[in-house]
């Protein structure tokens, strides 16, 4: 095995004090997201774990499902106090439901960067049925980004799951639908009205389901909002090579059409003198994405909040799969590719493990070349195909609804 991925390796330690020495090392690192959260329930609620402080808590989206039909993985709202946390903590995790569950192997990493007096605006959630999983990265940004980007984590992906009871193969709508009534909710909100008329934040959601609900064939379909990219990558064998997809194209102001459409709108785009890609002009002030959820003020200029649409990919059960879904705390320091050959050096049962590597790879190149380190959130996925395939495996005993929800 790589050295990079020795056997021994079990948590994350931080080493050093100063910036340049303070990055992510392992150390004996749980395997998934589940050990981690099982390892922090069996000794004591709400302890510190490689992956930072675990709750128990339902997600909002949760509570217009059936009893114990999901298993939520969610990023905890930060609060005010979370400015002076140190650089590099990792975000609080809420759960809810037995995560050991799931037949799909999940990995979560989400740290603050080093940005004084800001705290880590990332946001993220994984809600996982029997026949799909919903998972979702937000990455804020202006003052209250970290609030905009946590009111729309918890209010999105319970419009867009409701819409799916409905109709499974509805997920456009849904989606459009869904973030449309989530600027109208947030307009609405006097608080968070305020907060969002100068704040946003990205949005990228996926979903892993099956086309044919009876069938053991896997389908990724994904929707975004800025900059926070998603990837599907797939192997013959252990001996080849990972073919990579990426599934989202950068909502840029510079992009050719986004740029026609800004223009159109009576928006103007600021190209950069020193060769970085260009900004959309607003009231004084700039910004490096063209579609969001959120800065309203900006919205005549010509922000849109309208999601695009990847094509849908259908996953080869004959092929190893892997889904992952970052903020620009990666992307910024690394390529798709890059960041599928890191994890893809691990086992599927070993996705923590991986997303911790490739997290603690991203901080060192950000320490490299920069005084500042972005906020990074990794969530990458290996799906599993199989017999009675389901996101999460059925349990049929009688204290079932007891076991999954949260205390």
């Not at 004591?44 to 675990?54: D, F, H, I, N, R």
């Not at 509570?63 to 979370?82: F, I």
């Not at 900059?227 to 950068?250: C, F, G, M, P, Y």
């Not at 996953?315 to 320091?333: F, M, P, T, Y």
Request: with cysteine; charged share 30%.
């Amino acid at each position: 095995m790589a050295s990079d991925q020795a056997e021994g390796e079990k948590k994350v330690i931080r080493a050093g004090c100063g910036l340049r020495e303070r990055r992510l090392t392992l150390e004996r690192a749980p395997r998934l997201i589940c050990d981690v959260i099982d390892d922090a329930v069996c000794h004591v609620e709400g302890a510190k774990t490689s992956a930072g402080p675990v709750l128990p808590r339902r997600h909002p989206a949760q509570e217009l499902q059936t009893p114990g039909a999901v298993v939520s993985v969610w990023g905890s709202e930060t609060a005010e106090k979370d400015k002076y946390v140190p650089f590099f903590a990792q975000k609080s995790i809420n759960f809810d439901g037995q995560l050991s569950r799931m037949k799909h192997r999940l990995g979560i990493m989400s740290h603050r960067g080093h940005k004084p007096e800001q705290p880590n605006q990332d946001e993220f959630f994984v809600l996982a049925r029997a026949d799909s999983v919903l998972l979702g990265v937000l990455d804020g940004h202006g003052p209250d980004g970290h609030d905009v980007a946590h009111f729309a984590q918890e209010h999105l992906p319970t419009h867009v799951m409701e819409d799916l009871r409905k109709d499974r193969e509805s997920w456009q709508p849904a989606v459009t639908a869904a973030v449309t009534r989530l600027c109208k909710e947030a307009k609405e909100d006097p608080e968070m009205c305020k907060k969002s008329e100068n704040s946003g934040c990205t949005i990228t959601l996926l979903l892993l389901d099956r086309p044919d609900a009876a069938g053991n064939k896997l389908r990724v379909r994904c929707a975004h909002l800025g900059d926070s990219i998603a990837v599907v990558a797939s192997r013959k064998s252990k001996e080849d090579s990972w073919t990579v997809t990426q599934l989202t194209d950068i909502h840029r102001p510079d992009r050719k059409d986004e740029m026609i459409r800004i223009q159109k709108a009576g928006g103007t785009v600021i190209m950069e003198e020193n060769g970085s890609s260009g900004r959309l002009a607003a009231d004084g002030w700039t910004l490096a994405m063209s579609r969001c959820f959120g800065d309203f003020h900006a919205h005549v200029h010509g922000l849109s909040c309208e999601p695009e649409f990847a094509a849908d990919v259908e996953l080869d059960v004959d092929h190893e799969n892997l889904i992952l879904v970052c903020s620009d705390g990666v992307w910024d320091v690394m390529p798709p590719a890059q960041a599928v050959h890191i994890v893809g050096k691990f086992k599927p049962d070993e996705a923590q493990s991986a997303v911790e590597k490739l997290v603690s790879k991203a901080q060192l190149r950000w320490q490299e070349c920069s005084d500042v380190v972005d906020d990074i959130t990794a969530v990458l996925l290996w799906p599993v195909f199989g017999e009675g395939l389901g996101a999460v495996k059925e349990d049929h005993s009688e204290d079932a609804e007891e076991k999954v929800e949260a205390p």
